[in-house]
């Protein structure tokens, strides 16, 4: 379990920081889908969208991205309108 707690270390401490733990799922997100790791990161990045009650506009196109990115065509047209409102979001007007 040493592994385990090699990674909470981090974790308690942006926590205790006071970072929010969208951020932090976020965070995760975005490096799995940097990594090329399409399904977690659509995991982690769906997690931190439901975690805050204000859109974050590059967790919104990096979920945008990683949609495009799986082999799920049918997430097209969600991928399409995440990036939509990643736009929105980043322009202010939600």
């Known amino acids: 379990m040493a ?3 090699a990674a ?3 974790l308690d401490r942006l926590r205790a920081q006071g970072v929010a733990a969208s951020d932090v799922v976020a965070a995760v997100g975005s490096r799995a889908l ?4 399409i399904e977690p ?11 805050t009650d ?3 506009a590059v967790a919104l196109n990096n979920l945008a991205l990683a ?8 997430l097209l047209p969600e991928a399409l ?3 939509s409102q990643a736009v929105k979001a980043a322009s202010g007007s939600h």
């Open 54 to 56: 204000f859109p974050d």
């Open 34 to 37: 940097q990594a090329g790791r």
């Open 81 to 83: 309108r995440l990036s």
């Open 67 to 74: 949609l495009a990115r799986s082999n799920d065509g049918e």
């Open 3 to 5: 592994v385990d707690r």
């Open 8 to 10: 909470e270390t981090p």
């Open 41 to 51: 990161a659509v995991r982690w990045l769906r997690m931190a969208q439901t975690a």
